[in-house]
């Protein structure tokens, strides 16, 4: 299992968009539940970056325990196009399905 968290933890460090001035960025929103079977967490910053995730332990007491991490996040590159990436993370592997929006 330690190694599927190593895993979420590198990815989440890689999807975190495209970088910005923090001083320009403001938060407009943030939830977060964190139990011991799971967790999530959502928020949405004033540039247009979005992110929401479920993570939850399959088989919690035994030994095929694994995490299981739904998600999508969502940013505006820098040529005006809105990107969405929805994930499956779990024991099969990083599933992204990318989607392009217009410009805004």
């Given at each position: 299992m330690l190694k599927y968290?190593?895993?979420?933890?590198?990815?989440?460090?890689?999807?975190?968009?495209?970088?910005?001035?923090p001083q320009e960025v403001q938060i407009l929103r943030f939830d977060s539940d964190v139990q011991p079977d799971g967790y999530n967490f959502a928020y949405e910053t004033s540039d247009g970056t979005?992110?929401?995730?479920?993570?939850?332990?399959?088989?919690?007491?035994?030994?095929?325990?694994?995490?299981?991490?739904?998600?999508?996040?969502s940013y505006v590159a820098p040529d005006g196009k809105h990107y969405t990436v929805t994930f499956t993370a779990g024991?099969?592997?990083?599933?992204?399905?990318?989607?392009?929006?217009?410009?805004?």
């Open positions: 968290v190593t895993v979420l933890c590198v990815v989440a460090a890689l999807c975190a968009g495209v970088p910005q001035n979005s992110r929401q995730e479920e993570g939850k332990i399959d088989n919690p007491d035994s030994e095929n325990a694994a995490l299981t991490v739904n998600g999508q996040y024991p099969n592997g990083f599933q992204p399905k990318t989607s392009l929006g217009q410009r805004k």
